[in-house]
């Protein structure tokens, strides 16, 4: 199949390279500009941009895949298929009537559509999450499904250890589902969920409303790319990489024990045992160490 491949970032790197090794090598890469990052504000491509250059892939970058000129250079590929994973802006007409539009999601849809499922799932203790192929529609996530399946999600998963082993799935469904033939089932309407992106409040341990289990899920959905916190007063944020579930005894919810191995932090149903921290402008270290430096 002649494709054009649409995404930007790591996860999408994953499912690009699948797919450049496969039959269907994209034609044409579309990603989004190079944007400003970091300190120094350096113009930086994105992740997709970068493998697409590695793997001597024709790139294009539009400052709107949905412009005249990006149409037109689409069109003139002739693709027999686009695929699209994680790209970050919306498709709308006349590429959506225009092209076949494989889309893949991570999650079991339509449980988790939108910007976050990997982190949510994650959050709401899920015992599986998976990777589904749909065909491109306008509403958000709703599009007819092709190919689906199932990853578990340990106790001990982060992002960082389940995201990768979703793009190595996605990548494997994709290609299959354009080398074979394809059969198209409506989802569900009854049983679907949202996956809301990520917002500050997301990253806040808030010990007072939730338990310790609702928040060391919320640590390793977070961990490495955003990242939890707990504040130590009204403005100084102590990063959190690692936790762990306690009994906590007496401890009352958002008090604190410096007194064992760890800091322990009371919550409203058990405590966190906080493993790995970072202090402000500082790396992150072990909760021993941590304390150390506070009992000096």
Partial sequence: MRTVYLGTSDFAVTILRRLAESPHAPELVVTRPDRPRGRGRKLTPPPVA?????????LYQPDSVNSEEAVARIGAIRPDAMCLCAFGALIKEPLLSDHMIFNVHPSLLPRWRGAAPVERAIMSGDAATGVTIIRLTAGLDSGPI???????????DTYGTLAPRLAELGGRLLIDSLSGEVRWTEQDEALVTYAEKIEAADRRLDPVRRSADELERVVRALDPHIGAFVLLDDEVRLGVHRAGV????????????????VPVLGCASGALELLVVQPPGRRAMSGEDYLRGLHR
Avoid: M
């Fill in 50 to 58: 970068e493998a697409a250059r590695e793997l001597g892939l024709e």
């Fill in 146 to 156: 092709c190919a689906q399946e199932a990853e578990p999600i340990s106790g001990q």
């Fill in 246 to 261: 306690a009994d906590g005894g007496s401890l009352a919810a958002g008090a604190w024990s410096l007194d064992g191995d």
